[in-house]
């Protein structure tokens, strides 16, 4: 059974930065793909990034967050740069166990792991 555990939330400012975690446990990172979501209150889950063969972001993001993974540690990372008050939402981490070249924004219907998911909030 694959579990993923986020970590790395927090309260910051906006232009500062955060680092997000993301432990996939009962698969190897490198036959996972992962991607995180975001879910501000009161909007739907939008797509963030994802890794797999790979890369991919949304518009709101590219230039400033960068997706990685550390296959030794199984864990996969979100840099976020240039914080903005509207990157404020709960951060979840999804896996699926196939891996794919991305030509556009994946689903979250696709992804079939879940994390717990964790908070990021931006203040002016």
């Known amino acids: 059974q694959v579990q993923l555990a986020e970590s790395g939330g927090g309260v910051v400012q906006a232009g500062d930065s955060l680092r997000l975690s993301c432990v996939v446990s009962g698969r190897p990172i490198r036959m996972t793909t992962v991607a995180w979501f975001r879910q501000a209150s009161g909007k739907e889950r939008e797509f963030v990034a994802a890794?797999?063969?790979?890369?991919w972001y949304s518009d709101s993001v590219r230039g400033r967050f960068n997706i990685s993974r550390d296959i030794p540690k199984d864990t996969a990372y979100l840099q976020m740069d240039r914080l903005k008050p509207e990157d404020t939402a709960v951060y979840y981490c999804?896996?699926?166990?196939?891996?794919?070249?991305?030509?556009?924004?994946?689903?979250?219907?696709?992804?079939?792991?879940w994390g717990q998911g964790t908070q990021v909030t931006v203040s002016i």
């Open positions: 890794l797999s063969l790979n890369s």
């Open positions: 999804a896996a699926r166990s196939s891996l794919t070249a991305f030509v556009g924004a994946p689903k979250a219907i696709e992804y079939q792991e």
